[in-house]
């Protein structure tokens, strides 16, 4: 339940607060996602981003915000995670 969408922060912070109470740490987080919209929430956020080619946005429209982890697949996260 937000009252604005992506790519205000509001959901993320929810989501971090709902966690930040079983004493997980907004340092740990990192949005997935395939858009530079999604790019831009994590950063609105303050947390990191991995984000898959093939998405909604094309991969050189994506390298250009930097996201933090760029993958070209899902099945590579599970590597390439443990790094952020």
């Known amino acids: 339940d937000v009252t604005l ?3 205000a922060p509001e959901g993320i912070e929810k989501i971090l607060a709902f ?3 079983r004493d997980l740490r907004p340092t740990a987080a990192v949005l997935i996602g395939d858009s530079v919209t999604d790019i831009e929430t994590a ?3 303050g947390i990191r981003v991995a984000v898959r080619t ?3 946005d094309r991969t050189i429209r994506l390298k250009a915000h930097s996201p933090d982890l760029l993958v ?3 099945e ?3 590597d390439l995670l443990p790094q952020l």
């Open 5 to 7: 969408l992506k790519p």
């Open 43 to 45: 950063r609105n956020a």
């Open 76 to 78: 590579e996260l599970t």
């Open 72 to 74: 070209n697949s899902l």
């Open 54 to 56: 093939n998405g909604e």
């Open 19 to 21: 966690y930040r109470r």
